[in-house]
């Protein structure tokens, strides 16, 4: 079985049930990933399988933490998941900075950020797809977010730290496929 047809599978055995609208997202931003293909190369399926499987974490009986990205990682781990897949999934989305205003920033600490083109279409990928699964702009997705989790929440303060990383992660996803188009 290939990377990406058994992180489909996981993801819609831990995902599809219990929490449908995250799989419809999922799947959503990996569709984004597979037309990110070229900005990354040899590493389209690991791009896909980590789309798909970024929000794993968010399954009610994975949780150990509560913080996804660190849940999801644990999990893949576990299940003896490829490393950088692992890591991408503990990253996504300038987790770090969540990870600080958390107090888990230790505990994510043991997994590494790549900060390269892979990692950069990852966030792209899920900061332009709706919690539904369609595509929208990175303001409307971060406008939503905020909309979603209310002035006060620890999300919120999140994104609005992390606005500046993410969007630069999309200017160089961007970047990367404008040189490759030629």
């Known amino acids: 079985m290939s990377l990406v047809s058994w992180a489909y599978e996981v ?4 995902l599809s049930g219990t929490l449908p609208r995250r799989w419809a997202h999922v799947q959503g931003v990996a569709a984004k990933a597979r037309t990110l ?4 190369g040899d590493d389209a399926s690991l791009l896909e399988a980590a789309a ?10 994975l949780v150990k933490t509560g913080f996804h990205p660190l849940d999801g990682a644990l999990y893949l781990k576990g299940v003896d998941a490829p490393d950088r897949l692992v890591h991408l999934v503990a990253h996504h989305s300038c987790a770090v900075r969540e990870a600080r205003l958390r107090g ?3 505990q994510l600490a043991d997994f ?11 966030w792209m990928c899920d900061l332009t797809t709706t919690p539904d699964g369609e595509p929208t702009e990175f303001a409307s997705r971060v406008a939503e977010i905020k ?7 620890l999300v919120t303060i999140f994104i609005d730290s992390a606005q500046q990383d993410l969007a630069d992660a999309i200017a160089r996803t961007t970047s990367r496929l ?3 188009a030629g």
């Not at 293909?37 to 990354?40: D, F, G, L, M, R």
């Not at 798909?52 to 009986?61: E, K, M, Q, R």
Request: glycine share 10%; net charge negative.
């Open 178 to 180: 404008r040189e490759l």
């Open 52 to 61: 798909i499987l970024h929000d794993v974490g968010y399954a009610p009986h």
């Open 104 to 106: 888990l920033e230790g």
């Open 37 to 40: 293909a070229t900005a990354v």
């Open 147 to 153: 909309e979603r989790y209310g002035p006060n929440d």
């Open 11 to 14: 993801s819609r055995q831990n």
């Open 112 to 122: 590494r950020d790549e900060e390269g083109p892979v990692r950069d279409a990852l």
